[in-house]
């Protein structure tokens, strides 16, 4: 399969309320998806990050910088919710990262309680959609990059109880 059609195969379909486009394939620990490019044989086989790549699809050519999310949900693979974005910029966009030296968008979250600032109203709809879907907390957890405690919170409305159904606007 090429790396296209290994793509495909994991992303979901459906898109959320919002647009974002599901990656359902293996995420790094704070939810950006992964997937493996390069061949064996000659040495060039590595795991990329999937949201860089739909960039470079999109755009045609390499990322100069960073990759920045517009829509806050690291699993979005969504084209239109992708840009092209400085270190700068994309430090000063998520100002809770606390100006990560290296400026990775991947890096900033450890230890930074878990990027839970950036949950937005939409988000936290999503999330309890996806958990009455049947994903694990767990995973709702990698896909959104905060902890799975906190997950737990937001689904049994330990927090975020003021949000329910139509009235996220
Ligand atoms: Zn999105």
């Known amino acids: 399969m090429t790396l296209e059609e290994r793509f495909r195969a994991f992303v979901n379909l459906v898109p959320t309320e919002r647009g974002c486009i599901l990656w359902t394939g293996h995420t790094n620990r704070h939810g950006y998806g992964r997937i493996s490019a390069g061949s064996v044989t000659d040495g060039s086989k590595r795991m990329i990050l999937v949201h860089r790549l739909v960039l470079e699809w999109k755009l045609g050519r390499p990322i100069r910088e960073d990759a920045m999310h517009s829509c806050g949900v690291h699993?979005?693979?969504?084209p239109d919710h992708l840009r092209e974005a400085t270190r700068s910029e994309n430090m000063a966009t998520y100002?809770?990262?606390?100006?990560?030296?290296?400026?990775?968008?991947?890096?900033?979250?450890?230890?930074?309680?878990?990027?839970?600032?950036?949950l937005i109203a939409e988000n936290i709809l999503e999330i309890r959609a996806l958990y009455a879907d049947?994903?694990?907390?767990?995973?709702?957890?990698?896909?959104?990059?905060?902890?799975?405690?906190?997950?737990?919170?937001?689904?049994?409305?330990k927090v975020w109880a003021h949000l329910d159904g139509g009235d996220a606007e």
Do not use: L, Y
Not at 95 to 113: A, F, I, L, Q, T
Not at 142 to 154: A, C, D, E, L, Y
């Open 75 to 78: 699993a979005c693979v969504n």
């Open 95 to 118: 100002p809770e990262r606390g100006g990560n030296p290296r400026g990775s968008p991947c890096k900033g979250n450890r230890g930074e309680k878990h990027g839970m600032a950036r």
């Open 134 to 157: 049947g994903k694990t907390q767990r995973q709702i957890a990698g896909m959104f990059g905060v902890s799975r405690s906190h997950i737990g919170k937001i689904i049994t409305r």
